[in-house]
């Protein structure tokens, strides 16, 4: 299980074949410049996998029981047989398999350190409760649906509710008996799980912004619920190679992470065509991090859903599947390249081809949308920040109460863990940010406390070896502190992930620390973190997204963040060439080894 308050990157599923209860269900057979790329498939005359070229004989454990049932029917067997014979009932690869297409994964066992992660099966990992995540694509609430998901918290969860860096509120301590209670309550209410996790599309970032920005050139709401109306759920999306990830924005901040997507959308005003979509495809980190390329076409509005469906199909087909590590679609198009990519696209899958369109150009704003906005209708939107996206049931509950004493129904989750109200009056402003303050929501924030995310860790998660929330908090809370009075240029951004799969998008972060065990100075092994240096997306302060830089040998214990942080964001602001503005990440990348640690 990878939980992080950030969404699940790389989790190993159970490989053996079980004996399902139930009637199980047919896999569906298929129908007919990168900052850093990596290496595709090396050649070998073993197949790949590749439904299109080498059939489809399940090469591997997973591919066997995805083939057997790919998981959208196992939510029957959860509410007929397993929420009544409880957490000893469940069929093995069920729990460790078929669960997460229905958003479940289990949570690590309390009391496990770090170092036995990678030692121990995940039945001696794993705890009898659950991690539920609730798919919100675009980010899309209104506080009926907010008020029901802390209701949910408060009497399932144990209060839990983390935000994570794909819009989704992740729950931790939910019993199995309980599941099908939370889904009618959710789904009273227009939400769900359907999805959430596993070989699938997840869910579809949007702009939080959509329909109300000001500067927005096109509101990308009709093309998101177009493809989650019309996919999420199609049994022949079902069994996928991994996980799909998706990201659509209409806003010229670009606040959707979209070079990290499979694939993305991304708004752009064509010369003749008008306004529509860039195409993106390819992006993923983990530990093997590589940014998404432009097929250089342009998508009118109305065939988004189509482009996406010839991208997922691709993956579906051509997809490598005998190797899980190399079952991303960023491997797919490292092999491939843009211009073979585009060709089975246009030729394999569309009903005609598409225009050769432009880039969008460079963000002007940052797109986490904290602070206060007017809105195109002239009322305003506020964003505000928790700390690395931990919030709770009852702070959830009461924001809801909060945002509709101020005159609103809406509110938006962000790719960045925070939260945007919208339609707030201009005379409701000022009670309203007070409000937040007083729920620990700071639409003022500091730039450290503005810039930070933390995975899930070791609390929750069976992959990692550090904590990462509680560790993260504390060093925002010391680095407000001890950099008080210093004048930061811009946000500084620091992810920490508690293991190597860069849920927290660590080389993509200003400061980027990854879990592993350090040797302290006694030399023994404790929790701390690699560092990765300069990473960033692209931004109203970036040029283009690029990966961070690692410093052989730099690592920091997991207590010492603050501290290490503290010292190299202050030789930055001592050594950086302000006539040229430079920022954090520019400097990281030509600043001596020495200066970094």
Known sequence: MTTPTTDVTTDPVATTRAAEPGTPAAATAPAERPARRVAGPRPSTRPNGQWKIDGTAPLN???????????????????????????????PTDLHGRFRVW???????????????????????????????????????????????????????RDTADLTDRQNVQLHWIRVEDVPEIWRRLEAVGLGTTEACGDVPRVVLG?????????????????????????????????????????????????VVHEINDVAFVAVQHPELGIGY?????????????LAERLGVFVAPERVAEAWHGVAQIFRDYGYRRLRNKARLKFLLADWGTEKFRQVLETEYL???LPDGPAAPKPLAHGDHVGVHRQKDGRFYVGATPIVGRVSG???????????????ARLRTTPHQKLVILDIPEDRVESLITGLDELGLSARPSLIRRGTIACTGIEFCKLAIVETKAFA??????????????????????????????CARI??????????????????????????????????????????????????????????????VKRFLDDRDAVADETFAEWAHRAEEEVLR
Not at 220 to 225: G, N
Not at 246 to 255: K, L, V, Y
Not at 278 to 289: C, K
């Open 103 to 157: 958003g479940l994964y289990t949570q690590r066992k309390p009391g496990i350190d770090g170092g036995r992660t990678a030692t121990l099966e995940p039945h001696e990992l794993e705890d009898e409760y659950f991690m539920l995540r609730v798919r919100i694509d675009g980010g899309q609430l209104t506080t009926e649906q907010l008020r029901v998901i802390g209701q949910i918290s408060i009497d399932f969860g």
């Open 61 to 91: 454990g997973n591919e066997e029981w995805k083939q057997v049932d790919d998981g959208l029917s196992v939510r029957g067997r959860i509410e007929n047989l397993y929420s009544k014979g409880g957490f000893a009932s469940i069929d």
């Open 394 to 408: 009852p702070t959830l509950v009461k924001l809801a109460d909060l945002v509709e004493a101020h005159g609103s």
């Open 278 to 290: 860039d195409l993106w495809v390819g992006g993923g980190l983990s530990t093997a991090p590589r």
């Open 507 to 568: 080389q993509t972060a200003d400061i980027g620390l990854k879990g592993q065990l350090v040797m302290n100075d006694d030399g023994e092994q404790v929790p701390g973190y690699q560092v990765h240096l300069g990473g960033g997306l692209a931004t109203a302060d970036r040029e283009e997204a690029g990966l961070g830089r690692t410093v052989r040998g730099l690592k920091v214990e997991a207590d010492g963040i603050a501290e290490y942080v503290e010292r190299v």
């Open 473 to 502: 908090t504390a060093a925002v809370l010391d680095l407000e502190r001890t950099l008080d009075g210093f004048d930061l240029p811009h946000p500084i951004s620091l992810h920490v992930n508690g293991c190597p799969n860069s």
């Open 207 to 255: 702009s939080p912004v959509a329909g109300i920005a000001a500067d927005e050139l096109i509101d990308p709401t009709a093309q998101i619920d177009e493809i989650t109306g019309r996919f999420i759920g199609d049994p022949t999306l079902a069994n996928l190679p991994r996980k799909f990830k998706t990201a659509i924005t209409g806003h010229p901040s670009q606040d």
């Open 351 to 353: 009903e005609s081809p």
